[in-house]
Nanobody, 124 residues
Framework: QVHLVESGGGLVQTGASLRLSCAAS????????MGWFRQAPGKEREFVTA????????IYADSVKGRFTISRDNAKNTVYLQMNSLKAEDTAVYYCARARTGRIASMAGQFDTWGPGTQVTVSS
């Protein structure tokens, strides 16, 4: 059974940094695209970023481009999200997700396995 578990969330002030981790088990990690989504209170879940199976292709939402960096360590079955220059509008529950293939993807429907999420709160 596939499991994704996020960690690293917390409460920070505007301008701070956080690094989220997502540990995967029960799958052949290095053949799948992995992504991060987020959901703020009262809003729909939105795409943040994704990285293909090899790590040589990434895609970002415009709202985080230049501030967030996704990376992966296939030897550790882990994907990371480095978040810098955090803003109040980044406050959300952040979800790690596995795509159905190894090709880059950004639509929620292209991902079939989700972690329980980790809360990120940015105070202004």
């Amino acid at each position: 059974q596939v499991h994704l578990v996020e960690s690293g969330g917390g409460l920070v002030q505007t301008g701070a940094s956080l690094r989220l981790s997502c540990a995967a088990s029960g799958l052949t990690f290095n053949i799948y695209t992995m992504g991060w989504f987020r959901q703020a209170p009262g809003k729909e879940r939105e795409f943040v970023t994704a990285i293909n199976w090899s790590g040589d292709s990434t895609i970002y939402a415009d709202s985080v481009k230049g501030r967030f960096t996704i990376s992966r360590d296939n030897a550790k079955n882990t994907v990371y999200l480095q978040m810098n220059s955090l803003k109040a509008e980044d406050t959300a529950v952040y979800y790690c997700a596995r795509a159905r293939t190894g090709r880059i993807a950004s639509m929620a429907g292209q991902f079939d396995t989700w972690g329980p999420g980790t809360q990120v709160t940015v105070s202004s």
